[in-house]
């Protein structure tokens, strides 16, 4: 149990001062070292690097991409596609345009 002013901060069953386990003592911002329970493999708490860093197989980071397409909005290929109809939608504007400027020049519409 960790102390801070006059509040007792954490479980006391747990993790407490007479704890036997091995600790993380990675240097925290105060420069006191890391009191928290360090992971079997890193010897680091999951705030200090004993986190998972994430897949590391092809197939895994393909996984975890597919996870992540909530809508599709904003793949390559929407993007690509949207860009590609904005620009036929800008070149039939200037169709357009191009023709009301020969009738109005023509006098049939003003």
Known sequence: MIA???????????????????????????GSPCQRPANKQKGRCRLHGGASTGPKTNEGKAIIAKSNIKHGRYTKDKLAQRKKEAMIAKELWARRKMIELRLHYAGIID
């Open 4 to 30: 801070k002013g006059n509040v007792r901060i954490g479980l006391e069953w747990r993790f407490g001062p007479e704890w036997p386990g091995q600790r993380c003592g990675a240097k925290t911002r105060s």
